[in-house]
């Protein structure tokens, strides 16, 4: 399953990891694949360092996390997390198909594909050489961020992979005084979206500190939230069919 947007900063990554970590609570098997190559964050999320990646004739072993998701990032090829990827298109989009093929990956339930922003080779090559069952759009409430993100749904519809829903990230924020609900966004048109492209709003995302806490520290895995428990019945309701 690609978690996928038409630009970055919406939380592909954040939607990613705690998607997940909410399957494999739901005693699944999982994976998160990184696909993207020049801002990978899925490693500092878990926890893992780079540098250590084992393997054989057979190929590279996925690292896994604390509680056991298989994860597979350029991060932790590298020896030093920090060191930038300048690498041309044709490069980046081989090492995906690297990631695919040349990763000695378990029998999982679900694997994530964490996407980079935009349309251009990686995206492309994700949608031509893995078998998606579908994408997950990640949005927020700016009517820039929908204008781009109608990018991203139509190049599926053009790749035939399936539009599975959206989930929308910051979404609203809790006052922790009053408990009112914020929208410094605005009000929401991701139902609208969701309807103009026969699909649905899988979750709504709020800002939450102690999420941005637990991701920055390497400890997603011990975040209690149930943002995605929606998104999650929906994929097992695929799953089973």
């Known amino acids: 399953i690609g978690i996928v947007s038409g630009k970055g900063g919406v939380g592909k990554s954040l939607v990613t990891s705690t998607l997940a970590v909410t399957m494999r609570r739901r005693g699944y098997k999982v994976a998160v694949l990184d696909a993207d190559i020049t801002g990978p964050s899925i490693p500092k999320a878990f926890g893992l360092k780079s540098g250590d990646v084992e393997g054989s004739e057979l190929g590279m072993f996925p690292k896994l996390t604390k509680t056991g998701i298989e994860v597979m990032s350029v991060n932790l090829l590298m020896d030093d997390e920090t060191k ?3 690498w ?3 490069v980046i989009a081989g090492t995906v198909k690297q ?3 040349g990763v000695v990956w378990n029998e999982v339930d679900y694997m994530f594909v964490d996407m980079p922003p935009g349309t251009g080779d990686v995206p492309l090559t994700v949608f031509q050489s893995l ?11 700016q009517d820039l961020v ?3 993100v ?5 190049m599926a519809d053009l790749m035939e992979v399936k539009l599975l829903g959206f989930v929308e990230n910051y979404s609203y924020l809790v006052c922790p005084d009053c408990g009112k609900l914020i929208k410094p966004y605005g009000e929401s048109k991701i139902e609208e979206l969701a309807k103009e492209h026969n699909t649905e709003v899988l979750a709504k995302l709020p800002i939450d500190p102690e999420l941005a806490s637990v991701s920055d520290k390497g400890v997603i895995e011990l975040f ?3 943002y995605l428990e929606g998104c999650a019945d ?3 309701e695929l799953l089973n069919k």
């Open 88 to 90: 041309r298109g044709p």
């Open 131 to 141: 078998p998606l069952d579908g994408i997950i759009v990640v949005t927020s409430p």
């Open 84 to 86: 930038p990827v300048v």
């Open 150 to 154: 109608k990018k991203a749904v139509n």
């Open 99 to 101: 990631f695919w093929s």
């Open 234 to 236: 929906r994929l097992e």
């Open 224 to 226: 209690e939230g149930d």
């Open 146 to 148: 929908s204008m781009i």
